[in-house]
């Protein structure tokens, strides 16, 4: 084993200096000279410089050193490249070679093979939070504009991303407060204290719950004073030391649901976009395709159900009013199908900027984007959203394409003195969900159509109409009365394909729904409405009459020899009937209905993963039934399975959702060959399945 070379540990606490010597670059790096052969221990320097501290000969020694040792600007170093860091930021700005896709893909464990649309662009700002490495993939977890997940040191020899000490970062993006307003001050690049070439944008009014003062955050939600505190809460997954940690800011224009109508007239937007456009071709003489389109937005909204100001503001933050090649020469004010490698190239063409509208407004909005289960079942949220959720998710590489796109929404109501801003009452998904938040045709009632209408993913927005008093679920009878994403008809049943022809209109009258209040948080409003309180039956004096306290959920389901987890049971043996958990279930204090991941009613047959378990015992519980290696729900494990967990890991098909979940059979969070050939020896009859997970 090399001999461990120790130089020296300086011991200090790390802040962002203010000061102009440059950091190496990576070149430089790369040219340095070290006594180590394999890992390096260095520390980064105030002055932009690497002092080598010791050698070692794993990454997990160095590795471990370097997080038990009080020195903040620890890095570590194998072939002339920076591989970790103690407190870090990830620099992602890179030159792409022609014929590059353009962007990085995000994957969300450190092993898949399928980022599943996610994916970010290199620009303006590209720093984001790093968070972990993993030495064997050599990916780093990153956050940025709220998504978490893992991204590729390269991309053949392409590298993606440079790994930058706190301590060497000059200027990352910032939120700054004033008096009046929110802005995001993007750097140019996070190397460059001078941010000469970096811009800001302005996306609100001053939020309530921030002070005067620039803050650091990677979600736009928690915001902190220093990038230190934010890393390590980010690495805990907690928002506790940030400055509000209670009260998430949520920006009103980016969370507002496209079923919704603004209340500025044709007149209105026509007013707007001329006023700019005008001041605009004073200045620098181009032609503005977006003058006078109040009226396609306006009409198109009444039509197809999307609200005409957040159109006119994409298609600004798209098109610069109407300006770009694409929008003058094609007549695409929406950036529809320019593609990061060749944006200009691939755009689809229109008659005129009307046709755009209305295209945009039915086929791109209406019927795909806010459409639950139609494009291609990855419905995120009917919001402009953030790189997590809403239509930022797949809509853009740029993570912030979604507050570039509310800052216009917010320049118009700002223009007419902000009429528009918390008219409309928001909640959004208080968590991720599977199978649990159906909207409803009344409250507590049947869902609403298919069962891909659903909302599962936290943050997710609803424009809520009403709040009444329903059927107790999930601990509560508030029910609020929403604007159906998807378009319905007067029975609120779904309408159709995207490809009908006359189009499906968007009856802004009878498409309203309900879910329960249970599930969400509301963002800019108090309730009117206010669930009855939930409190066990007292315990009369006659004990011959007293009323049992419910037992907890909890101890029903563990006292059948199941096992619990919010939201999930599982425990059950391959080929468990549907009566005898039924009857299992019950005997331990429970009522109990079984239904499919539909909402079908079960009363016989076999019990799957992906089905629900109704139990109720004072309240009651959804919880979707896990059985590792039953991936496709018949509650059997058989050689289908095997094939499903195989092509899962060649990438031929993608499992998601709890039959992701289940085919981890081993338990560790990751699917891989140990799996599949466990579920292979199950079918041979020389192993077992471990169905429990104590």
């Known amino acids: 084993m090399q001999r461990k070379i120790l130089l020296f540990l300086f011991v200090f606490l790390i802040s962002i200096p203010n000061f102009k010597v440059k950091a190496l670059t990576a070149p430089e790096i790369e040219s340095r000279v070290t006594e180590c052969q394999k890992i390096e221990l260095a520390e980064a320097k105030e002055d932009g410089s690497l002092t080598t501290v010791a050698c070692y000969e794993t990454y997990e020694e160095a590795k471990n050193i370097m997080n038990n040792t009080p020195n903040d600007n620890l890095v570590l170093v194998e072939e002339g490249k920076i591989l970790d860091a103690k407190y870090a930021l990830i620099d992602y700005e890179i030159s792409y070679p022609a014929g590059h896709n353009n962007y990085i893909s995000v994957y969300p464990t450190k092993d898949s093979n399928n980022a599943d649309g996610a994916y970010i662009k290199g620009g303006t700002p590209d720093d984001a ?38 301590v060497w970062v000059k200027k990352s993006q910032y939120y700054q407060v004033t008096n009046d307003n929110l802005i995001h001050v993007f750097p140019a690049s996070i190397m460059d204290e001078t941010n000469q070439g970096g811009g800001s944008t302005t996306l609100d009014l001053k939020p309530e719950m921030l002070e005067v003062g620039n803050y650091y ?40 649901s496209f079923r919704t109508k603004t209340s500025y007239s044709e007149e209105n937007l026509n007013q707007f976009l001329n006023d700019r456009i005008t001041k605009l071709e004073a200045t620098k003489g181009e032609i503005y395709t977006m003058k006078n389109t109040g009226h396609f937005f306006v009409d ?15 298609g600004i933050n798209e098109s610069g009013y109407g300006s770009s090649p694409i929008a003058r020469n094609k007549n695409n004010l929406f950036g529809l199908d320019a593609v990061d490698s060749n944006p200009y190239g691939n755009a689809s063409v229109f008659e005129s900027i009307e046709d755009c509208i209305y295209n945009y407004a039915y086929g791109w909005l209406s019927y795909k984007y806010l459409q639950p289960g139609e494009y291609y079942g990855k419905f995120r949220g009917a919001n402009l959203g953030n790189k997590l959720q809403g239509l930022n998710y797949r809509y853009a590489s740029d993570p912030f394409w979604g507050e570039k796109a509310a800052h216009y929404y917010y320049e118009l109501d700002k223009y007419f003195g902000f009429q528009d801003r918390n008219s409309v009452k928001l909640a959004v998904l208080n968590n991720s969900y599977n199978n649990q938040v159906y909207a409803k045709k009344t409250p507590g009632g049947v869902n609403v159509s298919t069962d891909y209408y659903q909302y599962k993913l936290k943050d997710s927005s609803v424009a809520v109409i009403e709040e009444v008093i329903g059927p107790m679920e999930n601990g509560s009878n508030l029910w609020y009365k929403i604007m159906s994403d998807p378009v319905i008809d007067s029975n609120l049943d779904y309408t159709g394909s995207s490809k009908s022809n006359p189009r499906v209109l968007y009856d802004w009258n009878t498409s309203q729904v309900y879910v329960s209040a249970s599930y969400f948080t509301k963002i800019n409003f108090e309730s009117n409405a206010q669930p009855e309180e939930v409190t066990p039956p007292t315990t009369p004096t006659n004990p011959e009459k007293a009323v049992p306290t419910p037992k907890a959920i909890k101890a029903i389901v563990e006292e059948a020899n199941y096992d619990y987890q919010a939201g999930l049971i599982y425990g059950i043996q391959p080929s468990t009937t549907v009566e005898t958990i039924k009857n299992n279930l019950t005997h331990t204090g429970g009522v109990v209905t079984i239904t499919d991941a539909g909402g079908n009613t079960k009363e016989s047959g076999i019990i799957g993963t992906g089905d629900i378990v109704n139990i109720t015992s004072g309240l009651t519980e959804k919880l979707v039934v896990l059985i590792y290696g039953d991936t496709n729900g018949d509650g059997n494990i058989t050689a289908s399975d095997y094939v499903r967990i195989k092509n899962h890991i060649m990438a031929t098909s993608i499992l998601s959702d709890i039959y992701l979940k289940a085919s981890d059979v081993n338990k560790d969070n990751q699917v891989s060959a140990v799996d599949y050939v466990n579920v292979k020896n199950y079918i041979m009859g020389s192993a077992n399945v471990i169905q429990n997970g104590r």
């Open 129 to 166: 939070a790093f968070l972990e490495m993993d030495y064997a993939t050599k990916r780093a977890r990153i956050k940025i504009s709220g998504l978490e997940g893992w991204i590729n040191r390269y991309d053949g020899s392409l590298r993606l991303y440079e790994i930058v000490p706190l």
């Open 217 to 256: 955050s990677y979600d736009g939600h928690y915001f902190y004073k220093d990038l230190k505190t934010l890393l390590e809460d980010y690495k805990n997954h907690t928002y506790e030391h940030s400055v509000n940690p209670d009260k998430p800011y949520y920006n009103y224009y980016q969370y507002l």
């Open 300 to 314: 198109a909204q009444n039509l197809y159900g999307v609200n005409a100001a957040l159109m006119m503001a994409i």
